[in-house]
Nanobody, 121 residues
Framework: VQLQASGGGLVPPGGSLRLSCATS????????WGWFRQAPGKEREFIAA????????LYADSLRDRFSISAHGAKDTVYLQMNSLKPEDTAVYYC???????????????WGQGTLVTVSS
């Protein structure tokens, strides 16, 4: 497995969760790493993306105040910190790798299997 998302689970409303995406970036030779999510019955949506230099990450406007993406080069891991979680954040969360930082799903070439986040009391 070359992209593995983890850290999902059940969290109460208002809680926080940090997702991790373990990568094999040297194998991929990709520069951009993104997080997406797909809620039941909805299309997959962009959350955030970043490069390994960790400069100028890109966020979905609706999520930038609560979600934060970061990249740990030495660990080949990309993180998504999620705060003030709401029931509508319930979704399967995916990490993906692509050549450039963009919000468009079609840019990303490699995808992990996803990790389920459930926000409920």
């Amino acid at each position: 497995v070359q992209l593995q998302a983890s850290g999902g689970g059940l969290v109460p409303p208002g809680g926080s969760l940090r997702l991790s995406c373990a990568t094999s970036r040297r194998t991929f030779s990709m520069d951009a790493w993104g997080w997406f999510r797909q809620a039941p019955g909805k299309e997959r949506e962009f959350i955030a993306a970043i490069t390994w230099s960790d400069d100028n990450p890109l966020y979905a406007d609706s999520l930038r105040d609560r979600f934060s993406i970061s990249a740990h080069g030495a660990k080949d891991t990309v993180y998504l910190q999620m705060n003030s979680l709401k029931p509508e954040d319930t979704a399967v969360y995916y990490c993906a790798a692509g050549p450039v930082v963009r919000a468009a799903e079609r840019i990303y070439i490699y995808w992990g299997q996803g990790t389920l986040v459930t926000v409920s009391s």
